[in-house]
């Protein structure tokens, strides 16, 4: 294999820099310094489609309208769990405007419940049952009021403890094997195991499985933490809700997509109607956020296409709010149990998991892999139940498990820190071995002043202040399967182009950045067509993946375009390409500083009127590809809260983060702000306000809504302070990586904590509300 | 939403010739032929877009002239329009200057957009926004149906419910401004189809659910209110307003308290004391004013003029804290009257 | 009518009195025209003394709309954010919660910004409408948007119009706002990305830099 070695940036500036060999493919682009050095990386570059999100031009997949397009309605369940006897759609076939209506007929596969009829098993409220295409919104919803279902009901269970119960009501009589859709719910089983509505355990994730003697563990330890945490169901709430707009034209299945990923997209539509994957182009060019929840084609993809199919024209479906809630996804709630051991001194010498949790009918409601890797422990064991009830889908939710993982462990460890009589910060220094973290917590402690931090409880007055912190570890995950197009044309116009989407994280922006950087041109100079499966296979957005896995390739096409220029300029110039270059948009020579070129007049050298080319990433370099295409890595974060509390009424506010993090090579500095500013504020969300309020005695959910389905909005919103810290691994040809799901991880438990520290009660629930503090605070009789 | 035809009111002889309905009528037995009114249309629209309504007709009484007009004189009091918007009223001065309680509940109501909607008639005049009455799955007894979900000890989701009379409906009534407005011992004037007017106190207007299911204010189909009015208050009357929620920014009441004291020197010569979100109609607590007459304002008095107000208290399975948090902000309240 | 936009002339004091709003229906095309005051005889002796029915059936009404006059073919329960977004394609006007909750439909009415989806399109009457789409003027951005652009304060830009509404009231009304101002001012803006410490930042320094 051809290979050259070069020496990279290594380390942390400012704490420990050096350089490394490593020996990469010999295609690779050069080594980039770290970013002091460059010129757009690193940088605040304005998002290039600002502009248009900001006049109100950007279009969204909601906003689409294409000629003779029709609007559908979905028809959903509205008992939790039934058997269809039949299905009247007589008097909604006959409404003026209605084209078409679709309903979904039982398709009996391997592994479903036997006794079903014409119409599949309902199993929650909210289960799509069929759609109606109409000339307008109002009327297809008009329709679907006038559709009867007639169900026989079965009895049904929707609060997790309760379907733990032997007896109670079964909501799959068989295993089942739905996972979550999308994004990373780490380790899975296959739904087979347990006994009644208790699936499981995952015992492993990638990181392995059990380790060491728990028993032993224990036995060593000096002081033991038992405790049980509860998290609650949280649905991710988008502002632009699920949906698509379906033209299936006789040649060709166009689908504009609110989606996180098109090509997933793309390849469930293909597989679902047995098209070839060149006969579905999905394009997402605005996407109004997602969170985990929009992976798939889920069942409004195939309905819509199916509604188009019938009627021959583009079909427009959008979830409501409503539908949007009830299901298109949520979080899975927890029951965690953990106990930790550690010796007098502090080291950890066992540490045990059980949780359970619900994904409604699906499975993946895991704690994650915070409890086995943020910490070193030598004895370590988990158990991760799956509880099926009677309510929507779970789905990925920034950090899958690992948010509701990290507010029982981080609250452990500062109970652990208090029985140890330790900072519970530099208890964290004694136990934690990752190096970016340790300077994240020295550098975020000054900034935060966490000196001025005392004893729990001890404030004086009504309103009683706290200071807390959490921390977290995100791997550094890349999907191989990345691909990127760089074209220059002969006008001097530079183009990018993937599948890859921007679902506001600012991909658009960091990849024009990257292709600047390189041909060494302004961001303007560069145009992005991204969010097309026409175009190259990108990853999908989600396990924070897209930074790492998009910009490497970005790179090296723009690298092998450059390089193709560059010749042409060198065979006019008579002299070697690998002495010229390009800088502030002009070719140059290392060897003559008179040779001068301005980059457009170099473009028309060109023999065709491009050069295109179309690159994807190597293996990290140094060798630390996993077999399914994953790498390790710590991208690690400490956040610190301050809160403060009214023990007369119980109201809670966060008056201020700090969130420190690490994502290797940061890119774009206002996108990772905003990004790591988003993840806090989610974070604040879960720990004090949002919750998905089912009714157990009718399945339904109460708070479907925006006003009474609770998050922050402005006042809520704490004074936060980030800090990026720059590491360099040396793993890529840019080294960089996403921020989405570290930012989410570690708040609400450095929430908790920070509330335990105003009050001196420990609250191991979320979300803390006036309710609960009153409670906590035995003020409640 | 249904389709409906739209009827522009030019007068209130007009508008109430057209109307055949109130909301709550529709609510508990819905026809196929309400003419409804909407003023603001907030929550007017919200049940139709719920399809818990489906009027026929809309009668709009926005536009009615002569509605939406402020005005304050010092002997005779605040006379507020019907259709006279939240954002009006919140920028008014003679409110903040005399009325202050009042202005403070204004500026904790809703948000900038829909206080530039909403009117002051449709404010008082709508509906609770128990999420049991307000679901399209959930035939409750003010739908005419046979059971309280919320109260049910086991399943019902009554967290943000009523702990004071809630024998029959255990449901919030939704304006905060009327905890201000009962407190200012505002009165409503009511015109109906014979061209008759009325004036009924805040706490004559707004019906408790044991006293009829399903309304919650007097108001009949071919009634209109045509403004709310307000006695001049004393020279050494002062007032409070403090609203508890669960988020500052734009949230529903957990509890808010309007207290407006006549003052002499530092004693309470009278008080008017009225709890919003403790009932399913905003409640005066004659127990905490009866606690407060002829007392001086201080913390020991005022803690036990809350204490007495939370002696009638009946908290359900899940709300229990509210009668801390009300102790809290009705004490709190009264110590801001100095 | 055809569908031709000019230059508008969005000072034009000249209201449309309520008859010449609602035409009848016999027009259906949607359309617009620019709003001058050849364009209509408006005579404010043309108000209306006895009540009107519509509906409910589609009426063709006219609208103001940044500056130009549309027609457009509409029920009585047609919202005013679905006739923008459906009718008139001025999709910048986005619906997120359809019941007044989250702001991201907000519109100006005469100025004031309102909830576009809790409002009949009949409901405007002859008030002047402006959207989104309507704050950059010939093509010039508004500070604010500026300053949005400079400041990052958009993630998925779904809420974005709807900040953009409340931040620019805000500046436009209170030259010297502060932080607790643009709070208040977005206090019913859901924004799901968490961008709010970058709007505050951006709507002060759009304020500084108007002063």
Same mark, same amino acid.
């Given at each position: 294999m051809d290979t050259r070695k070069e020496k990279f940036p290594y380390g942390i500036p400012g704490h420990n820099l050096s350089e490394i060999e490593r020996e990469i493919p010999i295609e690779e682009p050069p080594v980039w310094p770290i970013n002091d050095k460059l010129k757009i990386i690193g940088k605040r570059v304005n998002r290039i489609d600002a502009v248009d999100k900001v006049t109100g031009k950007a279009k969204y997949t909601s906003d689409m309208k294409l000629p003779g397009m029709l609007y559908a309605k979905m028809l959903r369940s509205k008992v939790p769990h039934a058997a269809i006897k039949s299905i009247d759609i007589s008097e909604a076939k006959s409404l003026a405007g209605v084209h078409a209506i679709y309903l979904i007929e039982n398709t009996q596969k391997e592994g479903e419940e036997k006794n079903n009829g014409k119409f599949p098993m309902v199993k929650y409220v909210g289960q799509p049952l069929g759609g109606v295409a109409a000339d307008s919104l109002e009327i297809a919803k008009d329709a679907i009021s006038l559709i009867k279902v007639n169900y026989e009901e079965k009895p049904f269970v929707i609060d997790l403890e309760a379907a733990m119960e032997m007896d109670a009501p079964i909501v799959f009589d068989v295993p089942i094997t739905r996972?979550?859709?999308?994004g990373d719910v780490g380790e899975v089983h296959d739904g087979s195991k347990g006994q009644g509505n208790v699936r499981g355990p995952?015992?492993?994730s990638f990181f392995g499985g059990p380790r060491g003697d728990l028993e032993q563990g224990f036995n060593e330890a000096d002081i033991i933490v038992e405790k049980t945490y509860r998290t609650q169901v949280q649905t991710h709430m988008p502002l632009e809700t699920h949906g698509v707009v379906v033209d299936w034209r006789p040649d060709m299945m166009m689908v504009y997509a609110s989606t996180q990923n098109t090509n997933a997209v793309r390849n469930e539509m293909a597989s679902i109607f047995g098209l070839p994957k060149s006969k579905v182009r999905v394009v997402c060019d605005f996407m109004g956020g997602g969170f985990g929840a929009k992976h798939s084609a889920g069942s409004f993809g195939p309905m819509a296409a199916n509604l188009s199919k019938k009627t021959g024209r583009p079909v427009w479906l959008m979830m409501d709010r409503q539908e949007e809630h009830i299901a298109e996804g949520n979080r899975p709630n927890s029951i965690q149990y953990l106990k930790i051991g550690a010796k007098k001194n502090g080291t950890l010498t066992a540490i045990q998991q059980r949780s359970h949790g619900t994904a409604g009918v699906g499975l993946g409601a895991g704690v994650g892999r915070i409890a086995q890797v943020l910490y070193p422990c030598p004895n370590f064991a988990t158990e991760q139940y799956d509880v099926l009830t009677n309510a929507g889908p779970g789905a990925a939710w920034r950090a899958p498990g690992n948010v509701q993982g990290a507010f029982g462990l981080e609250q452990a460890i500062d109970e652990m820190a208090e029985k140890l009589n330790m900072d519970p910060l530099k208890y964290r220094d004694l136990i934690d071995k990752s190096e970016v973290r340790k300077i994240e917590r020295q550098r975020g402690a000054k900034l935060f002043n966490w000196s001025r931090r005392q004893p729990?409880?001890?404030?004086?007055? &009504?309103v009683k202040k706290g200071l807390g912190v959490g921390q977290s570890t995100w791997p550094r995950f890349v999907t191989l399967d990345s691909s990127v197009e760089v074209k220059i044309h002969n006008d001097g116009g530079v183009e990018i182009r993937s599948s890859v989407q921007d679902i506001g994280t600012g991909t658009k922006t960091i990849l024009a950045q990257v292709v600047a950087e390189e041909l060494g041109l302004q961001v303007n100079d560069i145009t992005v067509n991204i969010g097309d499966t026409f175009f190259p296979v990108g990853p999908g957005s989600g396990g924070s993946v897209v930074t790492g896995s998009i910009t490497p390739p970005t790179r090296n096409a723009a690298f092998e375009a450059k390089t193709a220029l560059l010749k042409l300029v060198a065979k006019k110039w008579e002299t070697d390409s690998s002495e010229l270059f390009i800088e502030n948009g002009q070719v140059g020579s290392k060897k003559d500083a008179n040779l001068k070129m301005p980059f457009k007049e170099a473009t028309? &050298?060109?023999?065709?009127s491009q050069i295109s080319k179309i690159a994807s990433r190597s293996d990290d370099y140094g060798g630390f590809q996993q077999p399914w295409g994953l790498a390790y890595g710590d991208l690690g974060s400490v956040q610190f809260a301050e809160v403060s509390v009214n023990t007369d009424t119980g109201f809670v506010k966060v008056d201020k983060i700090v969130a420190a993090h690490s994502c290797g090579r940061p890119l774009n500095i206002g996108q990772l702000e905003s990004q790591i500013n988003g993840g806090v504020i989610q974070g604040i969300s879960y720990a004090l306000y949002e919750n998905r309020i089912m009714d157990t005695g009718t399945?339904?959910?109460?708070?479907?809504?925006v006003d009474q389905y609770k998050v922050p909005y402005s006042m809520e919103i704490p004074e936060i302070e980030t800090l990026i810290v720059e590491e360099y691994s040396a793993l890529s040809s840019t080294d960089a990586y996403g921020i989405g799901e570290p930012a989410n991880i570690a708040t609400a438990a450095a929430v908790a904590n920070a509330v335990y520290n105003a009050i001196g009660v420990r609250l191991h629930e979320i979300p803390i509300t006036p309710s609960s503090i009153l409670k906590a605070l035995n003020k409640v009789s | 939403m249904n389709k409906f035809s739209w009827y522009e009111a030019t007068s209130i002889e007009d508008a109430l010739q057209q109307v055949n309905k109130t909301v709550s009528e529709e609510l508990y037995q819905s026809t196929n032929n309400a003419a409804v009114f909407k003023s603001g249309g907030i929550d007017v629209f919200d049940w139709v877009k719920e399809g818990l309504i489906n009027p026929q007709k809309i009668i709009n009484i926005r536009n009615i002239p002569g509605l939406d007009v402020i005005s304050y004189d010092a002997k005779d009091g605040l006379r507020i329009g019907s259709n006279v918007t939240l954002a009006e009223m919140a920028s008014n001065s003679d409110i903040k200057n005399h009325y202050l309680a009042l202005h403070q509940a204004i500026n904790h109501a809703a948000t900038p957009q829909l206080r530039n909607m909403s009117t002051l008639g449709g404010n008082i005049a709508q509906r609770n926004r128990c999420w049991y009455f307000r679901s399209a799955d959930h035939q409750c007894f003010r739908k005419s149906g046979d059971r309280c979900f919320a109260r049910h000890s086991e399943t019902g989701e009554n967290e943000n419910h009523a702990i004071i009379d809630n024998g029959s409906c255990v449901s919030l009534h939704a304006s905060s401004i009327s905890t201000a407005l009962m407190a200012f011992n505002a009165s409503v004037v009511i015109v109906n189809s014979k061209g008759e007017k009325k004036k009924v106190l805040m706490d004559d207007f707004f019906v408790s659910a044991g006293q009829d299911i399903a309304m919650e204010t007097i108001l009949q189909a071919k009634e209109i209110i045509t403004e709310i009015v307000l006695p001049a208050p004393s020279k050494n009357t002062k007032s409070y307003y403090i609203k508890q929620v669960a988020r500052e920014s734009y949230d529903w009441s957990l509890g808010d308290v309007a207290v407006v004291i006549e003052t002499s020197g530092d004693t309470c010569k009278s008080a008017s004391i009225v709890l919003g979100a403790a009932a399913p109609v905003p409640y005066r607590s004659v127990q905490a004013q009866q606690a407060m007459?002829?007392?001086?304002?201080?913390n020991t008095n005022a803690m036990a003029a809350a204490e007495a107000a939370m002696s009638v208290a009946r908290p359900l399975s899940k709300n229990g804290y509210k009668v801390p948090l009300f102790k809290s902000i009705i004490s709190e309240a009264i110590l801001k009257i100095t | 009518m055809e569908d031709k936009k000019q230059g508008a002339d969005s000072n034009s004091k000249k209201g449309i009195s309520r008859r010449s709003f609602i035409r009848g229906a016999g027009l259906s095309t949607a359309g617009s025209v620019l709003l001058t005051t050849n364009a209509f005889a408006f005579g404010s002796e043309e108000k209306l003394t006895a009540g009107k029915e519509f509906g409910p059936g589609a009426t063709t009404i006219q609208m103001k709309i940044n500056g130009m006059v549309e027609s457009l073919s509409v029920e009585p329960r047609t919202t005013l954010a679905a006739a923008l977004r459906d009718h008139l394609e001025l999709t910048g006007t986005k619906v997120v919660c359809d019941r007044g909750s989250c702001s991201a439909c907000t519109v100006y009415l005469d100025g004031k910004p309102v909830n576009s989806c809790m409002m009949s399109v009949f409901d405007v009457g002859d008030k002047e409408i402006t959207t989104i789409e309507g704050i950059a003027k010939n093509g010039e951005l508004h500070p604010v948007q500026e300053a949005f652009i400079e400041h990052d304060a958009s993630q998925c830009g779904y809420c974005t119009p709807g900040m953009v509404m409340s931040c620019v009231h805000l500046v436009e009304n209170n030259t010297n706002p502060t932080l607790d101002d643009v709070k208040n001012a977005t206090r019913g803006n859901l924004c799901r990305c968490g961008t709010h410490p970058h709007v505050f930042k951006a709507t002060l320094a759009a304020a500084n830099k108007t002063n």
């Open positions: 996972q979550a859709d999308g995952s015992t492993s729990a409880g001890s404030g004086k007055g &009504l028309k &050298l060109m023999r065709t399945g339904h959910m109460m708070n479907a809504n | 007459e002829k007392k001086s304002i201080n | -």
